[in-house]
């Protein structure tokens, strides 16, 4: 008798026991890329974040240097302005001290003409005391005028002298020239006067060298 056997031949399962060692985990190629840039996106906002800051730090030193400059400004601005002051009293100083030299100047240059001058204004004055002492008791002056003229070193004198006598006026100009004066009669009038005396009026002009010349 044959017999046939319509079962599969089942084919043994070998079963294997768990592994003890630690499996390798897979790893795609794909996750790396996205790993990177994670990092990328991280550094990109770290950068971003730098320069921020580098960006506020250099602001607030601009801010604080402008602010400088602006303090510097300001005190040359006023600076400036007290320099002009200054400078403008410094000229108004130099120009009153340029008048106060010229001040001192011309009072030096006074007083040398006035000690200089000391030995003509000496016979000046006396040049009146000779001309009045000396007029005769007959008579009298009505005028006398007198100048010096330093550049020929001469005193000249006009004189109008009344006399109720005639001689005393001749008498009257020699005693003059013995004075070392150059003295002319000019001219003689005779005259009466409201209470009918008659006398004469005689015009006379005298020049006398002074100053050793």
Do not use: C, H
């Not at 790396?32 to 770290?46: N, P, Q």
């Not at 007290?82 to 001040?103: F, G, P, Q, Y």
């Not at 008498?171 to 003295?183: D, H, T």
Request: proline share 2%; hydrophobic share 35%; aromatic share 10%.
């Amino acid at each position: 008798m044959i017999k046939i056997n319509l079962l599969r031949d089942k084919k043994s399962v070998k079963v294997e026991a768990p592994s003890t060692k630690p499996s390798l985990k897979e790893i795609k190629v794909g996750d790396l890329f996205k790993g990177k840039e994670y990092l990328l996106s991280i550094l990109l906002w770290l950068g971003v974040v730098g320069v921020g800051i580098w960006y506020w730090r250099i602001s607030t030193q601009l801010t604080e240097v402008k602010r400088e400059i602006d303090q510097l400004q300001a005190e040359k601005s006023m600076l400036s302005e007290r320099v002009r002051e200054i400078t403008e009293e410094k000229k108004k100083i130099e120009s009153e001290i340029a008048n106060l030299n010229n001040e001192i100047s011309l009072i030096e240059r006074s007083k040398d003409i006035l000690v200089g001058l000391k030995s003509l204004y000496i016979p000046f004055n006396d040049g009146f005391r000779s001309f009045s002492s000396s007029v005769p008791s007959t008579g009298w002056l009505v005028r006398y005028s007198q100048t010096l003229d330093l550049e020929k070193g001469k005193l000249k004198t006009e004189l109008e002298l009344n006399s109720y006598d005639y001689a005393s006026i001749g008498i009257y100009a020699g005693g003059l020239r013995k004075a070392k004066s150059e003295v002319f009669v000019s001219s003689i009038e005779r005259k009466t006067n409201p209470s009918g005396y008659e006398y004469y009026f005689a015009k006379l002009n005298a020049e006398k060298n002074i100053g050793g010349r």
